[in-house]
């Protein structure tokens, strides 16, 4: 990469981080549904370590500190979202069982077998499932549980127009069976799986997104960056808007068998 787009990657890196740091989530979710998730993983002992990578200002962080007893090392690799998951996490309360970590999901400072659960919601593809799911395994204990969400072919064919999108922007996209195989092959009993619902995407990412883009364009003095930053997002949302019933968000829940 030649210095001017080295200058540009880093810069719209910073647009995108400025952006999303100020929203509640980072990607589709919802209480509800994590806690669904969580009811799949039986007999956490009380004083569970559990990590929660690529965390972002810790929509699912809060729901699990409220739900489970135990550690929580909540990972980003953007200090600012760090910063907004510290406040947050010390406005309720749960400072002394929640610390977040600034680090990369690709070379955590994790010691083998030292967690009882890993968590990752809509992250993982940072450094893709497959991958994920195989190097983070040696950092649970034996019978540890994981429980990610990853995007995923909800049908066998759809049309060319969303093959070719999600080719270009996460060519590790597949069904949920092919997801399944990949958890058994990494070395995980599936547990469960299941798909997000509407409202994780429209109600709790995509609606506060769109708000935001139009205060963040003034807030930006709309620079050309942040313009073509929204012209991505808008066109985001109406990938799903038109495309929702191919792709999704899946649950993924495992457990290290060995
Ligand atoms: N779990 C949150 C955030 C999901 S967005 C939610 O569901 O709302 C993905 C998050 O991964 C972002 O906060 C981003 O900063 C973080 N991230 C990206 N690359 C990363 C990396 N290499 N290591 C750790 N975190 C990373």
Redesign the pocket.
Known sequence: MDEKHDLIANFDLKI??DF??Q???????SESETLKALGFIKGLPINAKIA??????????ITLAKNISGKITA????PG?IEYLNNRVKHCGFENRVSGLI????S?PFSKNEFDLI?????I???GFERGLSEWRKFLKQNGFIAV?EVTWLTNNRPNKIENYWNENYPEINTVSHKIKQMEQAGYIPLATFVLPESCWIDN?YKPMADHLKDFIKQQNYSKSAQQFVIRQKEEIAYYEQYKKYFGYVFYIGQKYE
């Open positions: 995108i981080c999303f740091r929203l509640d989530r980072q990607g589709p979710g929660d990578i690529g965390c972002g200002t810790g929509g699912q962080t990972v980003d690799l953007f979202m680090a990369s999901m690709d955590l968590w990752a919601e809509g992250s593809y940072h450094i969400t990412f």
